[in-house]
């Protein structure tokens, strides 16, 4: 039995069925959820549930079931359900709040599109070099043919876009470019989406980048820029946790920066790290900090607060540039 079908085995088994995206959501983990949600419900009229754990990122609220999905907290956690579906978590670790949910399920499901993945389900469907996990989805559908309505296609070209940087990245394939096509003729909007999610951005959130950006420090002949955020740059702006998505792949765009990095201060006084390269591996990087990722987009989370982070984080990628 093929993965695919081993999972619609396990869809049809199931009686009460979760989603589980990813800590600080961006638009694959929302919209594969999503369109998982809207397939499971069309194709198999089973109520399903998706739940996050950190605020919900209001450029995506035209997803068809945003306002659907559920907050998960250390005191909500411990629902037991038949199916868990995590969509594009890498690592145990991005569950946060929901882990306990995906762990007392009684079957597990790991659908994912990072190198990094080891694998946590009980079926794991993961693609290292798929683009995005809506990709996956769009290769399920495709391979057991199940139709794709418009919400459905909303939702799938929403998280092939966004993972993709509208197409720019260099994981942007022949066969992500056809299933976009797909959708496209499904009923999603190339440039209504784009619109939504690059150029409805509100006035603080503009103010609050640029002063960001303004932070930003190049080294290594101007080959490597770090910016960072403090709690103290959040308050000043009433920052939210994606009023920061973006501003790496605007350090990479210098022309002779290699890898660009944003290091954020958490509210345990932790630092978490976004990296972005253009010809660097960034996965011995952040390995040691117990990272993951891709090979030229990765992150991970040093547990010093951010001053030692800098630091440290400064040394291993000069070390890299060599």
Do not use: W
């Amino acid at each position: 039995m093929s993965e695919a079908n081993n999972l619609i085995e396990h869809i049809k088994q199931a009686e009460k069925i979760c989603i589980c995206t990813h800590v600080n959501p961006d638009g694959d983990t929302l919209g594969s959820a999503v369109a998982l949600k809207l397939f499971i419900e069309e194709h198999f009229e089973k109520k399903v549930r998706v739940f996050h754990t950190s605020t919900l990122p209001k450029v995506y609220s035209f997803l068809p079931k945003y306002d659907e999905t559920e907050f998960v907290s250390a005191d909500n956690n411990k629902e037991i359900f038949d199916l868990a579906i995590a969509v594009d978590i890498a690592s145990v670790d991005r569950f946060a709040e929901a882990m306990p949910i995906y762990n007392n399920a009684k079957f597990r499901v790991n659908i994912d599109h990072h190198k990094t993945n080891k694998g946590y389900g009980d079926l794991n469907i993961v693609e290292g070099d798929v683009c995005a996990v809506g990709l996956i989805l769009c290769k399920i559908f495709n391979e057991l043919n199940y139709s794709v309505s418009k919400d459905m296609a909303i939702a799938l070209y929403t998280s092939i876009m966004t993972d993709t940087g509208a197409f720019k990245y260099e994981n942007t394939t022949p066969e992500c470019l056809r299933a976009a096509a797909q959708l496209v003729e499904a009923g999603a909007s190339p440039n209504g989406i784009y619109r939504l999610c690059y150029e409805s951005k509100p006035v603080n959130m503009l103010k609050f980048q640029t002063h960001i950006l303004n932070k930003a420090k190049f080294y290594c002949s101007d080959k490597i820029s770090m910016t960072s955020v403090t709690k103290e740059d959040m308050d000043k702006f009433n920052a939210t946790d994606d009023f920061t998505e973006g501003i790496v792949e605007v350090l990479r765009t210098a022309k002779s920066v290699e890898i660009s990095a944003i290091l954020k201060e958490t509210k345990d006084g932790f630092t978490k790290v976004s990296l972005r390269s253009k010809t660097v591996n960034l996965l011995p990087i952040i390995e040691d900090f117990g990272g993951g990722g891709h090979i030229f987009s990765a992150g991970c989370t040093i547990k010093k607060p951010i001053s030692i982070a800098y630091d440290k984080l400064l040394e291993k990628l000069t070390n890299a540039i060599g």
